[in-house]
């Protein structure tokens, strides 16, 4: 029998990065919040690939940071290797990259969680999701309660009488518990409607081998909410003792770890390594003679996979010019010789998936422990929500991570983030908080997903921002910790560090600008070695840093007054202050470096936000402007662009519809 067991001003659906961000942000910004889960033991699970950070993932994990969330502090306490990808490549591209204990980042943020005031972690699995008009609401008060004084308090005093005050939720578990909530946020991974597939097998399940969110599904039909399929996919992981690890690449973390966050409490450490083998000829012969048992090329998956991920089988196929694949091979942790085979994705049958295993270098007497597999699930068209991850028309439910169509951690953490603030502000009567894509790659991606929506899983890549040279990794701090601060998620002890950091950048910079490198013979034999001309007169350190064979390291044993903008102390290492001059260092050649391309890129930013600031009204009738595109109505209708800067960026909204908006609004204005 069904019973009120407590009210929230949040409740999230899902524990997996996105859950997480969200259930903290909230808590966080004072609101009484709840986090569902199926399993209590599965809380920030990396079913995929035990791996946090990479190529504008990076950016994410330290954007993230910079608006106090929490994944970059768990990855920099739990990875066991550090790597800075695109090193050979300009800094705009820059990302760091960790191989992380999986089991060890689940423990931690399920203590997190635990352990955080105004949250409840709570296993169940929600089974039904209403709203909640005047009349279910005397209906839900009739029904019996633990806690009964408490609960119907706190729901009382978010109600007017007689009437919802704000929008209302009910959430139902399996175990008939009956909660309400205030905003909802659905972050359900691939749970929901989860199927797996392996061959000619298939099953309802979540990710390895949990229970699915079948119910939920039907009920937010009900509600409602359209959703459609997506898929994904994992690879095997194998037993490090059945590999030939000698035939193996070895793939060595950098000898100068970059943190992804900016606590400086403790230090991360390399403590693993990774391996690089080859797919050859056999393995491509018996993939292509097995092609028609795989569910993907037999029509049995109706989900549309990952462009930018593909299976071993897709890559096959639609590479038949390539000789070989390159594979990753990756420690699940320090605890467990189990390693994950990245780049070899399938969902072939389990006797097939073995054998082209064992075709390939080190993998020859492999043992498997878990099958690769696919997985189908249901998500949402994330052109029905708000840039605020709000729906449209549905107030006080919000959507983040794989339920909105992405795929990844980090772009998952990034929207939990997000909607966690946002049903916060929500519930205090606050405007949403958003994020435009000059400011940084989470505003990329939600405006990517709001606006442009997305017809398969959705990653984030560096080449999707336009202003990439000033979202870097490295300045992720600079660009989002105020807002951060404002918020009250960063401490005001984290952001007067900003303020002396950013002005030691600027003393550095303008330092740079004035010292004078004299001609002497030693200096030109430096530049000569690096390829670039010597000097005959003096000339700024400023000036010699722009030069791309050149850097700050080069140029120290000539740069004699050079100073140390941290030093050594009681409470800072000489490792810390070496790694935070480091950091001043990097960022102000940077900026010269890069001085003219960056100012130009401000100065497109500048007129993107004029578009920006140019308001359309909520209730604007696109059906009753003249001259606008019958494909062009159809598509603003359905988006509700806030912004004529918005607007030109839908697909099917051509630059002459935008005149005729612009038109429309100056007339209006004169009406």
Not at 8 to 36: D, K, P, Q, S
Not at 330 to 352: A, I
Not at 573 to 602: C, D, P, V, W
Request: charged content about 25%; aromatic content about 8%; overall charge negative.
């Amino acid at each position: 029998m069904k019973y009120y067991a407590g009210h929230y001003e949040v409740a999230v659906i899902g524990a997996g990065h996105a859950g997480i961000e969200a259930g903290l942000a909230a808590a966080r910004l004072g609101c009484r919040t709840a986090v569902f889960t199926i399993s209590a033991d599965w809380v920030g699970n990396m079913p995929c690939n035990p791996a946090i950070g990479g190529t504008s993932k990076g950016h994410l994990v330290r954007e993230i940071d910079a608006l106090g969330g929490e994944m970059a502090i768990a990855a920099d306490k739990n990875l066991i290797q550090s790597r800075m990808l695109n090193l050979g490549k300009g800094p705009a591209v820059h990302s760091p990259r960790a191989q992380i204990d999986r089991r060890d980042y689940s423990a931690y943020m399920k203590r997190v969680l635990e352990s955080t005031e105004n949250l409840d972690l709570r296993q169940g699995e929600i089974v039904d999701l209403v709203q909640v008009d005047s009349e279910a609401l005397q209906a839900l008060k009739t029904l019996p309660t633990t806690d009964a004084e408490e609960a119907l308090a706190k729901l009382a005093t978010a109600q007017k009488e007689g009437e919802v005050h704000r929008p209302l939720w009910q959430l139902t578990t399996q175990l008939e518990a009956v909660y309400t909530a205030e905003a909802v946020i659905l972050a359900t991974g691939t749970f929901l409607g989860g199927r797996i597939y392996v061959g000619d097998v298939s099953y309802a399940a979540g990710p390895d081998g949990l229970f699915p969110a079948t119910e939920l599904s039907g009920s937010l039909q009900r509600l409602g909410v359209q959703t459609r399929r997506f898929k994904t996919g994992t690879p095997s992981r194998v037993n490090a003792r059945s590999v030939d690890l000698d035939k193996l690449e070895v793939q060595y973390g950098d000898e100068k770890l970059v943190r992804f966050s900016d606590d400086l409490s403790f230090t991360p450490e390399n403590k693993a390594v990774c391996y690089i083998t080859y797919t050859g000829e056999e393995t491509r012969e018996i993939i292509l003679a097995n092609l028609e048992r795989s569910p993907l090329y037999g029509g049995k998956i109706e989900g549309i996979g990952p462009r930018y991920c593909p299976s071993i089988e897709d890559k096959i196929v639609r590479f038949p010019e390539k000789e070989r694949h390159q594979i990753f091979i990756e420690p699940c942790g320090l605890h467990t010789d189990e390693l994950y085979l990245q780049g070899l994705s399938s969902s072939l049958p389990e006797d097939v998936q073995l054998k082209f295993l064992r075709t390939i270098p080190g993998l020859e007497h492999v043992q498997v422990i878990r099958t690769a597999y696919a997985i189908e699930y249901d998500c949402v068209d994330p052109t029905s929500l708000f840039p605020s991850l709000e729906f449209k028309d549905f107030p006080g439910l919000f959507g983040a991570g794989q339920f909105n169509g992405s795929s990844g951690y980090e772009e998952a953490a990034a929207q939990g983030l997000i909607a966690g603030i946002n049903a916060a502000l929500k519930v205090q009567g606050k405007e949403p908080f958003t994020l435009d894509r000059a400011s940084s790659y989470i505003g990329t991606l939600i405006d990517d997903l709001v606006t442009k929506g997305c017809n398969e899983p959705y990653r984030m890549m560096t080449s999707r921002s336009e202003y990439r040279l000033i979202l870097r990794q490295d300045n992720a701090d600079q660009r989002l910790l105020r807002y951060g601060y404002e918020l009250g998620l960063v401490s005001k002890e984290r952001y007067d560090s900003l303020l002396e950091k950013e002005a030691f950048i600027a003393k550095e910079i303008k330092r740079a600008r004035t010292v004078v490198v004299s001609p002497t013979e030693a200096v030109n034999a430096v530049l000569v070695s690096r390829e670039t001309s010597p000097i005959d007169s003096g000339v700024k350190l400023a000036d010699l840093l722009k030069r791309p064979q050149l850097n700050y390291d080069i140029l120290e044993p000539f740069d004699t007054t050079r100073p140390l903008y941290y030093e050594a102390s009681e409470t800072r290492s000489e490792a810390t202050a070496a790694y935070l001059n480091e950091q001043i260092f990097f960022e102000a050649e940077t900026e010269l470096k890069y001085e003219g391309y960056i100012r130009r890129q401000k100065a497109q930013v500048k007129e993107m936000r004029r578009l920006e600031d140019v308001r359309l009204p909520e209730d604007i009738d696109y059906t009753a402007i003249d001259g606008l595109r019958l494909e062009a109505r159809e598509k603003l209708a359905k988006i509700k662009p806030r912004s004529i800067g918005q607007a030109s960026r839908i697909s099917g909204v051509s630059p002459a519809d935008i005149s005729v908006l612009l038109i429309y609004l100056e007339k209006e204005r004169h009406a």
